[in-house]
């Protein structure tokens, strides 16, 4: 790709200041013959023929000076050194991320729309999303494709998984797969709302994994404990299906949640709003900076050699006007 041009030899350019000079002297000459005689008006347009052949020759001159300058064309390439760090989501998919407390929206699709943000900004890190309720379920492996990632997160909707939040899996899910990571750097972003009360694996032994696999967990608590309006979905005599929000009591195991962050280096964050989890991550992409050292190399190209091919055509211009019969300067 050309970057950009260069040229190697300036000065010369100022032989460009004689240019006008030149044509100036040649208008001041006087008349080309010693003796005064009358003739017919020329036909029209026949005195700007006479200059013609002057002015290729002075137009060479001036793209002969240019190649003297010797232009050059720059060609780019850049050599990207970024060692990317690889990040992976969990997202708490259980009912109570249906939560209407994160006005004018529920807790997922807040959530949704703050983490595409995050990943956009990820450039040159590998991102991958697992979702959780009673299990949990790989969306996405770790991959640099964001249009991917985005299309994916948007795919997320809640009652797809077993109800229940099972922590403890879904921490070991991401940390499964991050385990054969060679990045230099490994970050889980656990956000959730619950209290751990499902699955196999306790939260405590998940950490202690990501603990031996180098792996730095950021927790999120997201919404306040207490009562909050939550959609649920009853089916009435008919067979018909219709939600009612109920009011539900949503505990946030906060202390677990900072247990998991402090025991892996990482951090725990409390999102009580829209902003302040837009905040979170947006700290958290601040915390966890990718690396960025770019090598740029720039090939010089000569490009005097059209300006000399077209000086060359202009001062031969002449001859062949001459060969068609156009009236050219004695």
């Excluded at 929206?105 to 729309?113: I, M, T, W």
């Excluded at 997320?156 to 921490?171: C, N, V």
């Excluded at 949503?250 to 900072?258: G, H, R, S, Y």
């Excluded at 999102?271 to 010089?300: H, M, Q, V």
Aim: aromatic share 6%; proline share 5%; net charge negative.
């Amino acid at each position: 790709m050309i970057d950009q041009l260069n040229l190697q030899d300036p000065w010369f350019l100022l032989l460009w200041l004689i240019l006008p000079v030149i044509a100036w002297l040649r208008h001041r000459r006087r008349a080309y013959g010693a003796l005064t005689y009358s003739s017919l008006p020329r036909g029209a347009g026949g005195a700007w023929r006479l200059h013609l052949p002057f002015y290729f020759r002075l137009l060479a001159l001036g793209l002969l000076i240019g190649a003297l300058a010797r232009p050059q064309l720059g060609f780019a390439r850049e050599e990207n050194l970024t060692e990317g760090i690889d990040i992976q989501i969990v997202l708490d998919i259980s009912g109570s991320m249906a939560a209407e407390d994160f006005q004018p929206r529920n807790r997922l699709a807040v959530a949704k729309d703050v983490m595409k943000e995050f990943v956009s900004k990820r450039l040159g890190d590998r991102v991958g999303i697992v979702v959780f309720a009673g299990s949990a379920l790989t969306k996405a492996p770790l991959t640099t494709d964001h249009q991917m990632l985005n299309l994916l997160l948007e795919s997320i909707e809640l009652h797809t998984l077993p109800d229940g939040t099972a922590i403890g899996m879904a921490l070991a899910a991401g940390a499964a797969r991050l385990k054969d990571s060679q990045a230099t750097t490994k970050v889980v972003v656990l956000v959730t709302d619950g209290v751990n009360n499902a699955g196999a694996i306790d939260p405590d032994s998940a950490a202690a994994v990501c603990e031996g696999l180098g792996i730095k967990v950021y927790t999120i608590g997201v919404g306040t404990a207490g009562v909050v309006p939550v959609p649920m979905q009853f089916q009435d005599a008919f067979g018909r299906v219709e939600t009612r929000r109920m009011n539900m009591n949503v505990e946030v195991d906060e202390e677990l949640l900072k247990a998991i962050a402090e025991r892996t280096g990482g951090r725990f964050f409390q999102a009580i709003d829209p902003e302040s989890l837009r905040n979170i991550f947006a700290e958290i992409d601040e915390l966890e900076k990718t690396p960025l050292e770019i090598k740029r190399y720039i090939r010089y190209k000569e490009a005097f050699q059209p300006l000399v091919h077209v000086a060359l055509i202009l001062l031969l211009a002449p001859l062949a006007l001459s060969l068609l019969g156009v009236t050219a300067e004695p």
